[in-house]
């Protein structure tokens, strides 16, 4: 049997770690909901839940896939062998999978966004109107998402097929630099735009009258959903952790990079949102439809500087994209690797197929499509829902309850303290975190999708 891969070194467990939690959901959509909450006191509760309820559930994950050094079923398998908990695993393998097949359309748009600032199609001589509707006419066309889709899904193939060293490290310890290399110029650039400063206030001037019971259901969602816990990403990537490894120096260096990422997203967009005078907390469209026409605007002053820019941001959506697109399709190879005996280019190439199928109807749910609903949603939106709010929270409950209540406490303090040797102190703190205060903030999630 070939001998189990592992990240060489802690930057390449950082880095890919950091690459599946930092995505979409750091640039896409934290900015937006930050804009829908109040700013700057948004983010403090956003940063206390991030820290005592999510990061806790990264350990646990943690925990179980360098302890089992396996995927989510065989983990669950070996270490409570004639138990159900393995089931539990499964849960989490089809998961990744079914949020990949709407991930990777929204994929897709970055693809497509960054040909069209190639092409100077956002900057270059076009009328405002086209600049400001493009988005809706993309989306709800045929053929042009699902090129865009597709080309994202092979981009997404290529890295896996090349393994954990040769293929996902090697992309994450270049892609993450690079990555914060263009969120910073990006963040330079907005604050030397007339008006920026009234988005820097927004930022970091609290206003804690904006703190309803949705604000706060929406920060413990984001801090949760943006380390991509519940799915086994983080499981998959733990069983490829040498044992020697800190794992509690990972987990904070992790989930610091995470909360970083997110902050500079927000310093990069608002200023520029609030230089054009939209409203911060417009939606999902903030990203694909506002700062086109903002960088169409700034355009007409400094056309190559705005031409520049414009493709860094697209960029860096994409390099996101990619980063915790591999993490998801890595969770279901490595069970056709290590379960069923595939090999990895046939898993690849098999999942792959599979979520660029299931994608299609995701991506045509904004087009031809758009009128088939089920209970109500589109393809795109059921997808969404269901993965978000009870799949990802279901995984999260399974994999802490696992380690706090199922797992002898000894077992789990030998992987936290490798053996004794670090992090002794800490774990007391780190062990009443996982056992109790991260299940009840899952169970607040799960509270808040059914009431708010």
């Given at each position: ?371 088939v609903k089920v209970l109500g949603l589109s393809f795109f939106d059921l997808q969404d ?68």
């Open positions: 049997m070939k001998p189990r891969e592992h990240f060489g070194s802690r930057f390449a467990v950082i880095a890919a770690m950091a690459g599946s939690a930092v995505g979409l959901g750091n640039i896409w959509r934290f900015p937006y909901i930050l804009g829908q909450y109040g700013g700057a006191a948004f983010v403090l509760v956003y940063i206390v839940a991030s820290l005592l309820v999510a990061l806790p559930i990264f350990f646990a994950e943690s925990v179980i896939g360098r302890r089992s050094g396996t995927d989510t079923f065989g983990a669950m398998k070996k270490l409570a062998p004639g138990t159900p908990w393995k089931w539990a695993g499964l849960l989490t393998i089809l998961s990744p999978l079914l949020i990949l097949s709407y991930y990777s359309v929204v994929g897709g748009w970055s693809v497509q966004f960054l040909f069209k600032a190639l092409s100077f199609n956002i900057t270059g001589d076009v009328s405002e109107s086209e600049v400001v509707g493009y988005f809706s006419r993309f989306i709800s066309s045929t053929w042009q998402p699902i090129l865009s889709h597709t080309l994202f899904m092979a981009m997404v193939a290529g890295i896996v097929l090349g393994g954990i060293k040769n293929g996902i490290e090697r992309f994450s310890k270049v892609a993450m630099p690079v990555l914060l290399g263009l969120i910073l110029f990006i963040v330079v650039y907005s604050l030397t735009l007339p008006g920026s400063m009234a988005g820097l206030r927004y930022l970091l001037k609290p206003d804690f009258s904006k703190l309803t019971a949705d604000a706060y259901a929406a920060a413990l969602g984001q801090a949760f959903f943006s380390l991509s816990l519940g799915v086994g990403t983080v499981l998959t990537y733990a069983s490829y952790v040498k044992k020697e490894e800190n794992l509690v120096v990972s987990g904070v260096g992790t989930a610091v990079s995470d909360l970083v990422f997110a902050l500079v997203a927000a310093f990069a967009i608002m200023p520029a949102v609030f230089a054009a005078g939209f409203e911060p907390g417009s939606g999902p469209g903030l990203v694909f439809q506002t700062l086109p026409y903002i960088f169409h605007k700034m355009s007409q002053g400094m056309p190559i500087v705005s031409t520049l820019v414009s493709v860094a941001f697209f960029l860096s959506i994409l390099a996101a994209a990619l980063t915790s697109a591999i993490s998801m399709l890595e969770v279901g190879v490595a069970y056709l690797v290590d379960q069923k005996g595939m090999g990895r280019r046939r898993a690849t190439l098999l999942l792959s197929l599979g979520v660029w199928l299931l994608g299609l109807l995701c991506s045509l749910s904004f087009g031809p499509l758009s009128g829902a269901l993965c978000s709010n009870w799949l990802m929270p279901m995984g999260g409950l399974v994999f802490t309850l696992f380690v706090g209540w199922w797992m002898s406490r000894a077992d789990v303090r030998d992987e936290l303290t490798n053996g004794g040797t670090c992090n002794v102190r800490l774990f007391g703190l780190v062990y009443f975190l996982m056992r109790y205060l991260a299940p009840v903030g899952i169970v607040a999630v799960f509270l808040s999708n059914l009431f708010l």
